[in-house]
């Protein structure tokens, strides 16, 4: 009876942790998410940035031209 008592609260056990883990691994994710999310934001500002630049190069090499 006593292993079998231990075999279950030794299962418990292992459950318990692989649902910490997991909760642990969603939190992660969502913040690996959030940053992908601010990332792209930046990269496309400087994007616009850049093509706004680029513009105003090409228009003014035009003017000299």
């Keep these: 009876m006593f292993w079998a008592m231990l075999a ?5 056990v292992g459950l318990a942790v692989l649902g910490v883990l997991a909760v642990k691994v969603f939190v992660e994710a969502q913040r690996l998410g ?5 990332t792209t934001q930046q990269i496309n500002r400087a994007a616009e940035d850049l093509e706004r630049a680029a513009t105003s190069t090409a228009r003014t090499s035009r003017e000299l031209l």
């Design 34 to 38: 959030r940053q992908v999310a601010d």
């Design 8 to 12: 279950i609260a030794v299962g418990f």
